[in-house]
């Protein structure tokens, strides 16, 4: 189901996904099939349909099946069409109800147990037991959960599975790989927003490129004619481009980056002249120019070189891959 509507403020010309969901209350059998677009879209459509009081925001959405908490989009779109979600609203826990079926795997009381007895300490071991009941439920575990089963020590690990320690290895590897293919696609995601971005930037710079042109030929016209002043005889600058430098509290991030080439370019005594300038300000700003100008050729040259690594990488599914990911530093 496609949609190009005002559903989630959608940019002009953006086709948005809809997903059908089931939504239930905590405790409660009566479920609504609703359909959204991405996260917030079906928060918000769960406090309409479910009644929930706006003083009880925000709302929590985790799986009806096993109580795994929902809050990525990317994850979101990765579930199966018609999956359970229960809403939760301000501090509720999720509680099993029999009626979900699928692959709920742990009754309310043993989750209560677990996490009154040892908190945080044993969660990988309720993420190890849903695995244990169904494999395919790794494609339904949050990025958290596999680096939690990641960073579990083998030894452990496959005691919790009753599973030898090689056998264990191997999943640990199978989860490191799930984690870099998510991973991988954000990268895509990130690459594909900036490159998007390069082409509207490109797109912007030719057609200053045209005005810049024509501002060329126009200024040229009126020197012939005597038009322009004896101040600015000697400057080559576009009127527009003189008139930014005037008025722009910072116009280094005003001209495009061909202007900025002229500026630079341009006699620091000619151009203080025709600015009606001191020559200490006006090569102050030749030089914010210069350093914007820098700026924008090492951005365009490393959005380049993404493209180019993007475009070689050939990972073969059976390529072999680190066993576990480094954590990165959160600063």
């Given at each position: 189901?496609?949609?190009t509507?005002?559903?989630?403020?959608?940019?002009?010309?953006?086709?948005?996904?809809?997903?059908?969901?089931?939504?239930?209350?905590?405790?409660?059998?009566?479920?609504?099939?609703?359909?959204?677009?991405?996260?917030?879209?079906?928060?918000?459509?769960?406090?309409d349909?479910?009644?929930?009081?706006?003083?009880?925001?925000?709302?929590?959405?985790?799986?009806?099946?096993?109580?795994?908490?929902?809050?990525?989009?990317?994850?979101?779109?990765?579930l199966?069409?018609?999956?359970?979600?229960?809403?939760?609203?301000?501090?509720e826990?999720?509680?099993?109800?029999?009626?979900?079926?699928g692959?709920a795997?742990?009754?309310?009381?043993?989750?209560?147990?677990?996490e009154?007895?040892?908190?945080?300490?044993?969660?990988?071991?309720?993420?190890?037991?849903?695995?244990?009941?169904?494999?395919?439920?790794?494609?339904?575990?949050?990025?958290?959960?596999?680096q939690?089963?990641v960073?579990?020590?083998?030894?452990?690990?496959?005691?919790?599975?009753?599973?030898?320690?090689?056998?264990?290895?191997?999943?640990?590897?199978?989860?490191q790989?799930?984690?870099?293919?998510?991973?991988?696609?954000?990268?895509?995601?990130?690459?594909?927003?900036?490159?998007?971005?390069?082409?509207?930037?490109?797109?912007?710079l030719?057609?200053?490129?045209?005005?810049?042109?024509a501002?060329?030929?126009?200024?040229?016209?009126?020197?012939?004619?005597?038009?322009?002043?004896?101040?600015s005889?000697?400057?080559?600058?576009?009127?527009?481009?003189?008139?930014?430098?005037?008025e722009?509290?910072?116009?280094?991030?005003?001209l495009s980056?061909?202007?900025?080439?002229?500026?630079?370019?341009e006699?620091?005594?000619?151009?203080?002249?025709?600015?009606?300038?001191?020559?200490?300000?006006?090569e102050?700003?030749?030089?914010?120019?210069?350093?914007?100008?820098?700026?924008?050729?090492?951005?365009?040259?490393?959005l380049?070189?993404l493209?180019?690594?993007?475009?070689?990488?050939?990972?073969?599914?059976?390529?072999?891959?680190?066993?576990?990911?480094?954590?990165?530093?959160?600063?």
């Amino acid at each position: 189901m496609e949609v190009t509507g005002e559903a989630g403020a959608p940019e002009p010309g953006e086709i948005r996904i809809l997903k059908p969901c089931l939504l239930r209350r905590n405790y409660s059998r009566e479920q609504h099939g609703v359909a959204a677009s991405c996260l917030e879209d079906l928060r918000s459509k769960a406090c309409d349909i479910l009644a929930i009081d706006k003083s009880l925001t925000p709302i929590t959405l985790v799986l009806a099946e096993d109580g795994t908490i929902v809050d990525d989009d990317d994850y979101f779109l990765c579930l199966p069409s018609n999956t359970k979600f229960v809403a939760l609203a301000n501090n509720e826990k999720w509680a099993y109800n029999n009626s979900d079926g699928g692959t709920a795997w742990i009754s309310q009381e043993s989750f209560d147990v677990d996490e009154t007895d040892s908190g945080s300490g044993v969660k990988w071991k309720n993420v190890a037991r849903q695995l244990k009941e169904d494999l395919s439920s790794i494609i339904l575990l949050s990025e958290e959960d596999l680096q939690m089963l990641v960073d579990v020590p083998c030894s452990d690990l496959a005691q919790e599975l009753r599973q030898s320690s090689a056998t264990v290895q191997g999943l640990q590897h199978t989860l490191q790989q799930v984690l870099d293919q998510r991973e991988e696609a954000r990268r895509s995601k990130q690459l594909l927003q900036l490159y998007l971005q390069a082409l509207e930037k490109e797109g912007s710079l030719l057609s200053k490129q045209e005005e810049s042109k024509a501002a060329f030929v126009e200024e040229a016209d009126a020197v012939d004619s005597g038009i322009s002043g004896e101040a600015s005889s000697d400057v080559a600058l576009a009127s527009h481009i003189l008139t930014a430098l005037r008025e722009k509290p910072a116009p280094e991030l005003s001209l495009s980056s061909q202007d900025l080439e002229l500026v630079t370019k341009e006699d620091p005594r000619a151009l203080a002249v025709a600015l009606n300038w001191d020559i200490e300000k006006t090569e102050t700003v030749q030089e914010a120019c210069d350093r914007e100008l820098a700026l924008r050729l090492q951005q365009m040259q490393s959005l380049r070189s993404l493209r180019s690594i993007s475009a070689r990488k050939t990972s073969l599914p059976g390529e072999p891959q680190n066993p576990k990911r480094t954590r990165q530093d959160p600063t």
